[in-house]
């Protein structure tokens, strides 16, 4: 193993690495294969770039998603450069021997003469494959990996790779998270650390990816994970990071899938076709399976690609370690006050697939009764009669109904609904907003009143200040052929603000409905979910039938299960309370649109 490893290794050495065998077709971002396969094809591209913002020519000769591209670049700048800063006279080498060959300049040139013709190409093709073939990657190294220590070993030896390449890797040591996990209660929510918001790294409720998987909460067997978009090497990565086996099912957005990594056998690949036109297969879930038999379940705003956890604000839930029940136990058993069980199984079935089968079974036999939330998700489907009060808002109003309790003035108690992308919504605020929306999350206990309405998304200027905006990148999703016809939603937009968490340049890709007291300082209940602001997301009715097109998945915070009062604290009442205030993802007071603020909208990048 020990001399796999090194062969590995030393290829990170300047002119020594051997060449991808993937050559233009390479998909990779992941660090690792960077540090370990050259690239010639995109070096050409950043060797003149290594300080300065990266410009991808006009015309390249190679076929490529250019959004992509641009993240591979972004590697191969920080791996180069740091080859540049520790070793002069080798990277003037390597820029002479790649220069000669560029001809991807900002011009239709015409081909260079040092170019191989598509036979060579092939040729040179199969060789670097034969040469690559008798050496083995670090990742595929730690995955096949059976014991601990080794893979400890493997992973210190990555992590230590990598930061000689230049890039930042600023973990929480495993075996901590457990201590941050039990300060989190009764709540259990975290949001993401950003990376370029330094204050953000010692909140209590900040959280990196490896910290879910930490060995602190156990160690991992198997999971399950279920999203829209996916990166799989990245994916990996990140198990790497936290010393935990990566056997992992991932079912995904058909098409939804952003790397075209190779897969090792402990990757099970299902794609999720989507049965109604337009729907997407929106839920960030995931299950986790350790070694004593428990699981942990964990409801998350955000896809499984670097993007979407390094600068954005995501939210997640994440559930106590959940045993499993004795033999003797009737499955039925072990359901939480909540009904979460119950609920949960009944959205895995909903699959219908063979690869959900162990894990129903898993669910069907781990004890939920420490689960203090209420599992909200949505099913595609048209629904008449069966199933009406299971999906979407008709299952946020029928639990509010339930149980939900509000003060007789509860009218002027507003509902604020939070996310990343806009449907269409009608062409007046009566249309759906309130008659569906409003009028679901504003039910209770007592006579259902129409409170007022804030909706909070990014201005053009939130997002021009942003890091998103920095690099290149966008995670909100709205067009200005929709917005032009519900103008009318300008009445009741609210600007992201986000400065007393830090995240005010940390676009939000977190989705949060809720409800306040006029005064802000308590809270109703709080649901975070995968959910957008949309139809198909939360369903809408039909002539004959309620509609859902989307898959989401969320949990509703009510303060009768959590703390045993009717409402949450937003604020630290006094210092005699124990209740802990609620973590609330953005500022308060809301800040209204300005007279000069637009909404943000996609078309900026088709300019």
Known sequence: MLKVMNTAMNRVKVNVRDKCPFMEKCYRKNPIHFAEMSHPHLERLVIDQLDDTIKIPDVLDFECDRSQLLDQLKVIQIVMRKERDKDRDSFLKLKNDLLPTDITKNSTTSKSPNKVSNSEDRS???????????????????????????????????????????????????????????????????????????????????????????????????????????????????????????????????????????????????????????????????????????????????????????????????????????????TNNGESKTGFKKDFLQYLKSYKQQALSRWIAIVEKADFSDVNV??????????????????????????????????????????????????????????????????????????????????????????????????????????????????????????????????????????????LSPDLKRMAWFVLTSANLSKAAWGTEMKKFYSISNHEAGVLFLPTFITGETTFPVEKENDDSNIQPFPIP???????????DNPFVNDIFDE
């Not at 990140?238 to 995904?252: E, R, S």
């Not at 007789?408 to 309130?434: C, F, H, M």
């Open 124 to 330: 040179l093709d199969f060789e670097n494959q034969q040469s690559s073939s008798s050496s083995v990657s670090i990742m595929d190294t730690y995955e096949s990996c059976k014991l601990n220590k080794d893979r400890e070993e493997i992973r210190k030896k990555a992590i230590k790779k990598m930061k000689q390449q230049g890039f930042e890797i600023s973990l929480v040591e495993p075996g901590e998270f457990a201590v941050k996990y039990a300060l989190a209660a009764p709540y259990y929510i975290f949001f993401t650390r950003i990376d370029k918001s330094l204050p953000t790294y010692n909140q209590p409720l900040s959280i990196t990816f490896p910290e879910i998987l930490d060995k602190s909460l156990g160690e991992i067997k198997s999971s399950l994970q279920i999203n829209f978009m996916v990166d799989v090497g990245w994916l990996c990565l990140q198990y790497l990071l936290a010393g935990q086996k990566a056997d992992i099912t991932i079912l995904y957005g058909d098409g939804g899938r952003v790397d075209k990594e190779k897969v090792g056998k402990n990757i099970t690949l299902v794609p999720i076709p989507q049965p109604i036109q337009y729907g997407c297969h929106h839920t960030k879930m995931m299950i986790l399976e350790y070694n004593d038999g428990g699981i942990r379940i964990v409801v998350s705003t955000a896809n499984l690609y670097a993007d979407d956890w390094e600068n954005r604000t995501q939210g997640l839930w994440i559930s106590p370690h959940l045993p499993s029940l004795s033999n003797l136990d009737d």
């Open 374 to 515: 209420f599992f909200i998700a949505s099913v595609p489907g048209n629904y008449r009669q069966t199933g009406v009060d299971a999906w979407g808002h008709k299952k946020l109003g029928y639990v509010l109904s339930t149980y939900a309790s509000l003060p007789l003035n509860s009218r002027d108690w507003p509902i604020i609904a939070q996310s990343s992308s806009i449907g269409t919504l009608g062409l007046s605020y009566e249309k759906w907003v309130q008659r569906v929306i409003v009028s679901s999350m504003s039910r209770t206990k007592e006579l259902t009143i129409l409170p007022n309405f804030h909706f909070i998304f990014p201005t053009q200027k939130n997002y021009e200040e942003s890091f998103d905006c920095q690099n290149a990148c966008c995670c909100l999703c709205y067009r200005q052929q929709t917005h032009s016809k519900q103008k009318w939603l300008e009445k009741y937009l609210c600007q992201w603000k986000a400065s007393k968490t830090s995240r005010d340049k940390a676009m939000p890709h977190i989705k949060s409905y809720t409800r």
């Open 586 to 596: 953005y500022d308060l007071p809301l800040i209204p649109y300005e007279s000069e």
